[in-house]
């Protein structure tokens, strides 16, 4: 080859060789690209979509179900829909360890109270399990939308309590609708009074990363037409 060749040949490397540093050092001062390419992970099911996202976090939305939450991208997190329930778990682990939101379907001039016992108290004496009321479970301005159900049972005495452990008598009642050993809990949106939810927490909070970190996923439940 000869000398003017090579030199023609040395310069184009060098050239490309700066470019590919340009490009490389772009990518590092663009926070979305490392964010959506490298750094984060979220796990959806098919017929589960993102709607709004940032570096921390994403709104999940279900149009099957017609709700909506925030989840966060700092932990490997995966957003699973089975057998009609939605679960919010760590990637890999099963998903009865996760947490979960069912939605249910009612007749909107029925009240939230009316369509939880006839969903799931019909075969219960008012005796043993009941629908109560429960604070909401966080403060947020558009809370006063929205209606808190629990399914309880009576405040057991001392003797039964130490005789039947910290549940007292909530074997008596729907299993997995009875609120007992973690937080759980009935959410139904005013606005929307043909459905509510079922959210399924436990004793420890994933959290949204949404501007309030305070705030766990079930927090930012949302429903949606």
């Given at each position: 080859m000869?000398?003017?060749q090579?030199?023609i040949l040395?310069?184009?490397?060098v050239?490309?060789?700066?470019i590919?540093l340009?490009?490389?050092?772009?990518?590092?001062?663009?926070?979305?690209?490392?964010?959506t390419?490298g750094?984060t992970h979220?796990?959806?099911?098919?017929?589960?979509?993102?709607?709004?996202?940032?570096?921390e976090?994403?709104?999940?939305?279900s149009?099957?179900?017609?709700?909506?939450?925030t989840?966060p991208y700092?932990?490997?997190?995966?957003?699973?829909?089975?057998?009609?329930?939605i679960?919010v778990?760590?990637?890999g682990?099963d998903?009865?360890?996760?947490q979960?939101?069912e939605v249910f379907?009612k007749?909107?001039v029925v009240?939230?109270?009316?369509a939880?016992t006839e969903q799931?108290?019909s075969n219960y004496?008012?005796?043993d399990?009941?629908?109560?009321s429960?604070?909401?479970p966080?403060s947020?301005?558009?809370s006063d939308?929205?209606?808190v159900?629990i399914i309880?049972?009576?405040?057991?005495?001392?003797e039964d309590?130490?005789e039947?452990?910290?549940?007292?008598?909530?074997?008596k009642?729907?299993?997995?609708?009875?609120t007992?050993?973690g937080l759980?809990?009935?959410?139904?949106?005013?606005?929307?009074?043909?459905?509510?939810a079922?959210i399924f927490v436990?004793q420890e909070?994933?959290p949204s990363?949404?501007?309030d970190?305070e705030?766990g996923?079930?927090?930012?439940?949302?429903?949606t037409e």
């Amino acid at each position: 080859m000869k000398k003017h060749q090579l030199i023609i040949l040395g310069i184009a490397i060098v050239l490309i060789g700066i470019i590919v540093l340009i490009l490389m050092k772009g990518a590092e001062r663009n926070p979305s690209l490392i964010e959506t390419t490298g750094e984060t992970h979220l796990s959806l099911s098919e017929g589960l979509d993102i709607i709004e996202e940032n570096k921390e976090s994403a709104t999940v939305r279900s149009l099957e179900h017609g709700i909506s939450f925030t989840v966060p991208y700092s932990e490997r997190i995966a957003v699973t829909k089975e057998e009609g329930r939605i679960y919010v778990h760590t990637e890999g682990a099963d998903l009865v360890s996760g947490q979960w939101i069912e939605v249910f379907r009612k007749d909107p001039v029925v009240s939230l109270d009316a369509a939880i016992t006839e969903q799931f108290l019909s075969n219960y004496s008012t005796d043993d399990c009941f629908v109560g009321s429960l604070p909401f479970p966080y403060s947020k301005e558009d809370s006063d939308k929205f209606e808190v159900r629990i399914i309880t049972y009576p405040t057991p005495s001392i003797e039964d309590s130490e005789e039947l452990g910290p549940a007292g008598t909530a074997y008596k009642c729907p299993n997995e609708y009875t609120t007992s050993m973690g937080l759980s809990y009935f959410l139904m949106d005013k606005n929307h009074p043909d459905k509510y939810a079922y959210i399924f927490v436990g004793q420890e909070i994933i959290p949204s990363r949404t501007n309030d970190y305070e705030l766990g996923w079930h927090d930012t439940v949302q429903f949606t037409e």
